[in-house]
């Protein structure tokens, strides 16, 4: 509520209360518009940034602690804040909104066969986004033989994985740091 403020709570029309995943930073609960649209509503867990900036004040204690114990060492400081920079942005979900954007029009003009949640820019903030609901099952919960009897060649289906990830990465730069088979959906 805080986040979207009245105007936003307005908007949603229902949100189910129990979340149909739970990770590290954040939960995803399903929702509808009150246009009608479903969408998935993705909500950081309250105290994540406060864990977070402690988790990485200590990656710089240890850089610190390194660089004392061995000297000799390469200095991995930039690496470590090069590391903390990436973190410190993945927990602002406007980041994800626009890379989820990014990547849907990267693939878009590659012609994948593939299809991205659209954010919903006007609902999301850095710490709730509201995004397309997508229907399928994670590709972790089925088999080939299961793909198959849904008329989905297996072998076609990782080529245009692979065929996706490559366009992101190798011809516009866009890299992908989650693509386990929970979130790829069929």
């Known amino acids: 509520r805080e986040d979207l403020g009245d105007e936003g709570v307005r908007m949603i029309a229902e949100m189910d209360p129990e979340p149909i995943s739970s990770a590290s930073i954040a939960q995803v609960h399903r929702g509808r518009l009150r246009s009608g649209a479903a969408v998935a509503i993705k909500v950081q867990h309250a105290a ?27 200095d991995i400081k930039p690496l470590l804040r090069e590391t903390i920079q990436m973190h410190s942005a993945e927990i602002d979900f406007s ?40 229907d399928g099952v994670p590709l972790s919960r ?19 994985i692979a065929d996706a990830w490559a366009v992101q990465m190798f011809v516009d730069g866009i890299f992908n740091c989650d693509p386990h088979p929970g979130n790829l959906l069929v």
């Open 48 to 74: 994540i940034r406060a864990r977070m900036a402690l988790d990485l004040s200590y990656y710089e204690r240890l850089g610190s602690l390194l660089a004392w114990l061995e000297p000799t060492m390469p």
């Open 95 to 134: 980041h994800e909104a626009h890379a989820l954007s990014d990547a849907s029009a990267s693939l878009a003009s590659a012609r994948a066969v593939v299809r991205i949640p659209a954010p919903h820019y006007g609902l999301s903030t850095p710490r709730v986004l509201v995004m397309e609901w997508m």
């Open 142 to 160: 089925t088999s080939g033989a299961q793909l198959r009897e849904r008329g989905i060649d297996p072998t076609v289906l990782m080529g245009r």
